[in-house]
């Protein structure tokens, strides 16, 4: 008899581990589902990550768009042929007055809500270093991912104006290779623009390290434009001389 009570005593414990496992392996794939297709769950992670970031409140985030994770169809590698492709969640958000986006890359979320101080960071130090005609960089949030994957940063990293010369010898080369421009703007001398140029390459090269992307341009405007682009891509803010540009 004893022996018996031992034996159910075991059954049931076996029973109850048994029953925790398929729970544990069941719950397992429910989440990543949930992660993939329900929007309140991937929208709710989206403004933790903004609220840790940012040392902010949830209510301090408002929600403007919102693109749903799915197959698209995307023309972006060939603009004759599109083809079908997985495009993860996107978001807008407005926070502090300012519009920007956040989008999820590998089960991470990035955002671009610095891009526009990190422009003018970027803009300050290139007039005070090499030449004061500078106007501004083109920026986008591909060159953030360069740069906290050059540097090591974690995605949740807020940059200060003391990172200004790190971002700017790490942001042009990196996993996102895209012909970059630097911008300056002079309008009163367009004889020896090319002789100009080539100089001013020549300086940027000797004070900060820029890939072979990187084009140097005449804007024809004494300042960048802030243009929003949702593309199927990506959604993001692109930082060019011409306006609407995307």
């Not at 010369?165 to 790490?170: G, R, W």
Request: hydrophobic share 35%; charged share 25%; glycine share 4%.
């Amino acid at each position: 008899m004893i022996t018996d009570k031992n034996s159910g005593k075991r059954d049931i414990g076996i029973k109850i581990i048994s029953v925790l496992i398929c729970l544990i392996v069941v719950s397992f794939p429910l989440s990543k589902a949930a992660d993939k297709i329900c929007y309140p769950y991937v929208k709710a992670k989206a403004v933790a990550y903004l609220c840790k970031k940012y040392d902010a409140k949830i209510t301090d985030f408002k929600l403007i768009d919102s693109r749903h994770a799915g197959t698209y169809w995307d023309s972006s590698r060939d603009e004759l042929f599109q083809f079908l492709a997985w495009k993860d969640f996107a978001f807008e958000f407005e926070y502090n007055g300012r519009k920007f986006f956040v989008n999820r890359n590998d089960g991470k979320f990035y955002d671009d809500y610095q891009l526009e101080d990190i422009e003018n960071w970027c803009t300050e130090w290139l007039q005070k270093n090499i030449d004061e005609n500078i106007v501004g960089i083109e920026l986008i949030i591909d060159n953030y991912f360069n740069y906290i994957a050059n540097c090591d940063k974690s995605n949740n990293y807020v940059l200060t104006k003391s990172d200004t010369k790190e971002f700017l010898d790490n942001y042009s080369y990196g996993k996102y290779n895209y012909y970059q421009t630097i911008f300056y703007y002079n309008n009163y001398d367009h004889s020896n623009e090319l002789e100009y140029t080539k100089q001013l390459k020549a300086k940027i090269k000797d004070k900060i390290k820029i890939s072979d992307y990187i084009h140097i341009s005449n804007s024809p405007y004494p300042k960048l434009f802030k243009n929003t682009n949702k593309a199927i891509e990506g959604w993001g803010t692109h930082y060019y001389s011409i306006k609407n540009y995307n």
